[in-house]
């Protein structure tokens, strides 16, 4: 078992800057591709960024492409979502999930989630 714990999230202007945190327990966390979803009321969950076991590979959607920065600290156990320049149209629930697998862009293929931030950005 992995258990994940999301922090970072708040109210922010359109514009600003938030750096999320996901801390996880239980297992080898170097072993994990790690992601990070968001998700609205009435939506699907959507894919935000994905970092590799090692961090030597990173995946963004263009939504958030130049924005937002996946990293991780495998000593600390903490991958990180730093976001940048944010929009009214990023407000959501942000999601940090867990694979022991080769990273993937699909939320069906991610086997541990945290509970999620709220992050509200206003114009």
């Known amino acids: 078992q992995v258990q994940l714990v999301e922090s970072g999230g708040g109210l922010v202007q359109a514009g600003g800057s938030l750096r999320l945190s996901c801390e996880a327990s239980?297992?080898?966390?170097?072993?994990?591709?790690m992601a990070w979803f968001r998700q609205v009321p009435g939506k699907e969950r959507e894919f935000v960024s994905v970092?590799?076991?090692?961090?030597?590979?990173?995946y963004y959607p263009d939504s958030v492409k130049g924005r937002f920065t996946i990293s991780r600290d495998n000593g600390k156990n903490t991958v990180y979502l730093q976001m940048n320049s944010l929009k009214p149209e990023d407000t959501a629930v942000y999601y940090c999930?867990?694979?022991?697998?080769?990273?993937?862009?699909?939320?069906?293929?991610?086997?541990?989630w945290g509970q999620g931030t709220q992050v509200t950005v206003s114009s």
């Open positions: 999930a867990a694979r022991n697998n080769y990273y993937s862009t699909s939320r069906y293929e991610y086997e541990y």
């Open positions: 239980g297992r080898t966390f170097s072993n994990y591709a």
């Open positions: 970092i590799s076991w090692n961090g030597g590979r990173t």
